[in-house]
């Protein structure tokens, strides 16, 4: 078996679309961005590794396209300060209109058009594979407990968002199905539940403060109580630990017809 990862932290779809061998016209996502590379590295479906002899293609995308990084900032930030509220009730800092509104504008207008011309281009890359989309968990156990004073109803408003981008993501895959060329769509939530963060025996990170080699965060800072307090975390938060990457490997299974043995 000839096996390539080549994932990337923090990616959105135009991190993965194919530039420099797109040809004249280069393909665009939903936001009008065309191919562009993360980290002095080409873009993913620039590198190589697509050819005529691959024999299936996993990925999963479109977290990050919906303002992951900011979002959660956003939403610790009222949990900290206004834990009374949602966060879902206020912008984004340079939006005007309520996160709700703008993350459902994304999600239902922006989102499948990307995920679809990712999905074209990796046919036209690997006419021969079979495609697995993969979904996202939710990331708050209900009723768990959580550092976070007040994350309760931003948290379900965040779990739902999880919800409606399982089911566009799912619809996505449904919609470019073909006999020849099948995308599949593997949802994890199933795997993940009773694992959340602030779940007993949670499988994916809550904020990490200490950094692997290399770590350098596009998440950036949280801010926290105090006087102009910024605190740095790494890019393991909110993701899913060693015993979440079993889950994702169960949800894979799942989606391929492959038994299930926990």
């Not at 800072?221 to 938060?237: A, M």
Request: aromatic share 10%; glycine share 10%.
């Amino acid at each position: 078996m000839d096996f390539h990862f080549l994932a990337c932290s923090g990616a959105e779809t135009e991190n993965l679309l194919p530039f420099f061998t797109a040809g004249s016209v280069k393909p665009e996502n939903g936001e009008g961005q065309v191919g562009d590379g993360q980290f002095h590295e080409l873009p993913q479906l620039d590198q190589g590794f697509l050819d005529a002899n691959t024999t299936m293609v996993v990925f999963s995308i479109g977290g990050n396209d919906m303002k992951f990084e900011a979002v959660i900032k956003h939403c610790l930030s009222k949990a900290f300060f206004l834990p009374l509220s949602s966060c879902a009730t206020y912008p984004l800092d340079g939006d005007t209109q309520p996160l709700e509104t703008t993350s459902q504008t994304l999600m239902n207008d922006v989102l499948p058009e990307s995920l679809e011309t990712v999905i074209t281009q990796i046919r036209l890359k690997a006419p021969n594979a079979k495609i697995v989309l993969a979904g996202y968990p939710k990331l708050f156990e209900s009723g768990g407990t959580c550092f976070f004073p007040g994350i309760g109803s931003s948290g379900d408003w965040l779990n739902g968002m999880s919800d409606d981008l399982s089911a566009v993501m799912e619809g996505v895959a449904d919609d470019m199905t073909t006999t020849a060329q099948p995308v599949l769509y593997a949802d994890p939530q199933e795997y993940f539940a009773g694992h959340n963060v602030c779940g007993s025996e949670p499988w994916i990170h809550n904020l990490v403060f200490t950094f692997t080699p290399g770590d350098r965060s596009k998440f950036g800072s949280i801010p926290w109580p105090g006087d102009d307090v910024q605190i740095p975390v790494s890019n393991q938060s909110f993701h899913p630990k060693f015993r979440g990457a079993t889950a994702y490997a169960y949800a894979m299974s799942e989606a391929l017809g492959i038994p299930v043995s926990e």
